[in-house]
């Protein structure tokens, strides 16, 4: 599997999209619940379903709950999540991708998660997710590195990888993938996403 393809990649990914471009309504859908604060899938279908009935984006939806037929409490949640999304696109014009990115995993706690669960799949998603952030560190300090820059100049640098940059050259490089997923070829997973019917031949190796 690719690897953003994998499923903590496209979370992580997907608050860094909707920090970005709250419009972003794949993403939207994806995190506005994940880690779990009690916005369920019934509330979020209310949310789908009134943006259609009122021509409004689910977002409009989302900052003016108030406004719609809903309990207190969730009202209050969806509240509380619309305010952390809006600080974290404050911030993009003073923070590097890296320093967003950082700050964002650590204040929805999506990496704390990752760490607590202890099982082999768990672990190694929380390294794919300090992988990511690697990535965008390296990233950020790529011009820095390359150019005999001083200090005052490596500041400005690094400011002007902005996490729409960062976004933007992941874009890049996952479309390659996205062109060539579905020529004839021998795919290798683990066990548990090759469990589904859609392959006509499953070799299970080293046993």
Do not use: C
């Not at 604060?37 to 003016?64: F, H, S």
């Amino acid at each position: 599997m690719s690897f953003y393809q994998r499923k903590e990649i496209k979370d992580f990914l997907a608050y860094l999209k909707l920090t970005v471009n709250p419009y972003d309504e794949e993403a939207l859908k994806r995190i506005i619940n994940y880690p779990a604060r009690g916005i369920g899938q019934t509330t979020i279908d209310k949310v789908i379903i009134t943006a259609v009935n009122e021509e409004m984006k689910p977002w409009d939806v989302l900052e003016n709950i108030r406004q719609f037929d809903l309990q207190q409490r969730t009202k209050t949640l969806i509240e509380e999540f619309v305010l952390m999304i809006k600080s974290f696109n404050a911030l993009q014009n003073r923070m590097n991708a890296y320093e967003l990115a950082a700050h964002i995993g650590k204040t929805t706690k999506l990496v704390a998660e990752l760490y607590n669960d202890k099982t082999v799949e768990g672990i190694s998603r929380y390294e794919n997710v300090q992988e990511l952030l690697n990535s965008i560190k390296e990233f950020v300090e790529e011009d820095v590195m390359q150019n005999d820059a001083t200090p005052a100049e490596s500041e400005v640098m690094t400011q002007e990888r902005t996490l729409g940059a960062f976004l933007q050259n992941v874009t890049l490089l996952t479309g390659d993938e996205k062109e060539t997923e579905n020529t004839d070829s021998v795919k290798m997973m683990t066990i548990h996403a090759a469990k589904g019917l859609e392959f006509k031949a499953v070799y299970v190796v080293g046993m």
